[in-house]
């Protein structure tokens, strides 16, 4: 009897149950189905930032450039014959590239015609050639073909950028535009490899512009924050976890680092401000005080990073020391640290490329000037890669736009090697107890 | 002070069979609030093997650790009372911790090898008191270790290798050779056949008989019948107490307490 | 440069100090060197560090000096009509003399008494880096000789030169206290400055921001108007649009992760969402201006709504994108830690694995998700490259996503970036504006902090 009511009982559950599995299950799909649509626009995101920066920015490794045959005239470089450092620097080259231009293109007799043809190439031009000059006197009294930066307007409407149309913005004359077309079909002009891009500072000439008086300061900076941050960081680790017992002291110093490792960067740049520059009266603007600003954002990193790969040496590597009568620093520089040195790298080496990457505090300590020197030395004025894509970012010209990202494929590349790095150290060293 | 040469120690442990090495006085263990050792008095006699045994938890890991200041390591551990090693207090605030440990060497419960090659495992302590002079000296030493722990000829074509990569029972008697290579006067053991299968044990076992001529040995085991095989005096924990202690023999066979009766009748444990 | 040579020279002479140390430990050891407490290498280490700690000290000490006295005695030297100059004027005239004194080159001198005063400056630094060199090079020999006589066998050598050690040690994990300590006090006391010439009420309430006008009417304080409440408005919008993409995104990501996904695809979408993560947020800004807004402004025409190209809404999806992979790995560590045997108990029950998640999983990992939840405001409301690249400059007060709005951090830099007058209200004011963002975000941190840490005590 009582088996025939549980019987029923069963069924009507199973009734229940099934009634509303249909809607359950639809329920279950749909939860998976925004969890997978998550991660899909998540990635998606990042497929769009670095479709947008890579299709923006690739065109900037390759730009315009004219050959045009230089009469190294030795009545204009050096009319004394004497060949002083001083008067071959201070030479009007100007007049070089004017020659050679006007001999390329005699028709440009008037004034605006010259003004147009000069126009077409580079204002850095005349650089080029005193380069090569006081590279190589010898040079003074032939004629040579040489390659020199077309101007950007002219790179800029090669690579589809500008309209050839003046309605829309182009920004060229029809007697220019063929002039253009003629060096073009001649063989003339063409793209070369963007050499500047790698090898100059900052230059209001975009074609001129480059990026490596920032990567300079960049160094210079990384230079100072590994030389500080690592040595502080692996010592306080080191106190933290094998040196010091728990009490309010060591509590002190633990809120302080976890809570600076989530402090915006921006008020360690006041912080720079305010004691580096103000109190201390280091120079403004020096990869040496960005360095400093640096080492404090990337300090909590390091230290977090180096204790939990402390804490994973397993205790008995320190017994085994200290039972053979090592002293608990021997016990420390022999065996511990050694274990847990692959992991305190991989963090350090992970915090430095945050570090690169940081802009905020550099802002505030004034690395942030228009510098066309490469800095010689870390107390240098000089700006820092994120830095530069910063500052590029905000000229309106539509070259810089391509700049900017190509800057910005330069970081990302930085980065990418750094933490390659990084994983390649915790793949190959990483230990299993 | 420096470390006693070997042909010393020797002779001197020879000449000094069945007196005291090590004294403890009414020793007392808090870890924080709770008493883990209560007033426990033993003599360790020299060249013999003295045994711990109890149940877990009875204090006698906890006395072992005491003997080479591993207590130390342990925060909120508080040592009261006075334990000596050839009559200077090892607790002095002027006594080198370091020292003492090179003087009272010390073999885990795990075979804790170093994870680098059989070689600088056993160098390594040698190495960081100064033992040898030269990198001939070095080797003879931890070849001579190697030799006297009974795995010589096991790794002698293999020394370069990591001793991680030795079976577990020679890892312990790596770990023994280690320990041996600082010349100690005195060697801890604690448990150091729980983690071994039968026939590694057997060695050990052999191995810790053979020392004994060498080195004063105290060994912590829950084994009974190890306790019996290898040691000559025996001491027996419970709750933090010592129990009862003698010889090994009149512990088996005649013992005095109720509690040591029940204990190795396996009444409870 | 000098000063490199310097340092390399006590290095040397702490290298022979340690040379010497060694052959005098070797020499006192007796046979073998068994006499010796330590090691001879520690001996050695022991004289070097007699050699280089006094002397590395004493150019610590004096370089730190150096400057206030060297103003000192240039101001004191000059004639008595600059030295009745007000203290602004003062301290440009000596930043000029410092500058011309440190390149050699007085031809750019606004006037006689500065070339005069960079001479004698430039004549006092060399003076004092001689003095300084020959002193420590002095105390370094005299440390070597010292720390040699020192040497017998029982010298504990080791113990003293660990304890050096130690103290090293000790002294490195202070860095994070006083760097907190050094933020505080930066930012208290241009605060306190700043609170003298405006009212922290008007400061904290008021409703107009416009620190450029306090510039112009040269009357400080009366007219520059210091209402910050837009700037917080137009930072907690941008936040919250943040946290509105971010959160859902990051959330739903990390409860795929750690619940449904098959390890091989987790072992690519992690790391790759983690990418978002290593992107350095200058080029999320650059993003924002040249992809998103540009975007969403021609979005918006397109259904007749006027986006302006700097809209919260664009500025805030785009740092919403990057801290996504913030919450989602906070979240995932998070609910990985909840223990099987709850889930297992909600299956045995016959519950679907959504239902788990939601009523079980999500409940009980709550605590720590809205830890991440809270780091990751923290880190929205202290972002700084993103906004000032993306967001407005003006102060508007509004609460409509597709105007523009500006936000702390961007304040704080376009205050600050450029000359400044260290005297103005309005270089001032972005320090205290740094240390409102200081105050909240330390708030929300420890916050935070406490709460994920209690999370985690209870599941270890």
Redesign the interface.
Known sequence: MTEMVDQVRVSATAEKVNARLQRRYAVEKRFRFYGIASIVVALSFLAILLFSIISQGHTAFMQAEMRLSVTFDPSVIDPDGGRQKAVLSSADYTALVRNALLARFPEAEDRLARREMIALISQGADLELRKMVMGDPSLIGTTRDVWLPAAASVDQLRKGHMSRDADKGGQFTQRQLGWIDALESSGNLSSRFNKWLFTSGDSRQPELAGLWGAVVGSFYSLLVTVTLSFPLGVATAIYLEEFSTRNRWTDLIEVNINNLAAVPSIVFGLLGLEIFLNVFNLPRSAPLVGGLALTLVSLPTIIIASRVALKAVPPWIREAALGLGASRLQMVMHHVLPLAMPGILTGTIIGMARAVGESAPLLMIGMVAFIVDVPASPLDPSTALPVQIYLWAASPERAFVERTSAAIIVLLCFLAVMNATAIFLRKKFERRW | MPIASEAFLQQSGRAMTGTSKVTAKDVNVYYGDKHALKAVSLDIRANEVTALIGPSGCGKSTFLRCLNRMNDLIEGARVTGLITLDGDDIYDYSLDVVQLRARIGMVFQKPNPFPKSIFDNVAYGPRIHGLAQSSADLEEIVVSSLQRAGLYEEVKDRLSEPGTGLSGGQQQRLCIARAIAVSPEVILMDEPCSALDPIATAKVEELIDELRENYTIVIVTHSMQQAARVSQRTAFFHLGELVEFGDTEQIFTNPQQKLTQGYITGRFG | MQFSILLVVLLLLSAVGFRMGRGRALQVGGP?????????SYYGYYVALWCGIPAVFLIAIWL?CE?FILQGIVVGALPADAKSLPSAQLSLLMNEV?QLGSSGDYQHASGAIASTAAEQYRNLRNMSFGAMAVISLAMAILGCVLGVRYIRPDL?A??KV?GV??I???A??????F??I??VL??L??SLRFFRMISPVDFLFGLDWSPQMAMRSDQVGSSGAFGAVPLFAGTLLISLIAMVVAV??????A???AE?AHPNFRSV?KP??E??A??????????A???VAPFLRDAGAAVGFSIASESALATGIVMG?MI??FI?SLSDDVITAVPDSLRQGAYGL?A????T??QVVIPAALPGIIGGVL?AV??A?????IV??AAGLSAHLTANPFEAVTTV?VQ??TL??GDQE?DSPKTLS??AL?LV??LV??VL??V??NVVRKYREKYD
């Open positions: 073998k060197a068994r006499a010796l407490h330590s090691l001879p730190s400057p410092r504990r080791r113990n660990e050690v130690k090293f040690l000790i490195s994990s202070t860095v994070a206290i760097t907190t050094g933020i930066s930012l006391f241009e859902p995104i990051g959330l739903l990501s409860i795929y992760m449904y979408a790759l969402l990418v978002l290593g992107i350095p947020t200058v080029v999320y800004g650059f993003f201006v040249l992809t994108i996504i992979p989602s016959g679907t694995r959504s239902e998640i939601k780091l923290s880190r409301i202290g972002e700084t490259m000032v690249m951090t704080i830099v600050l970036v260290f972005a320090f740094g963002l200081f975000t330390l941190n420890v935070a902090l």
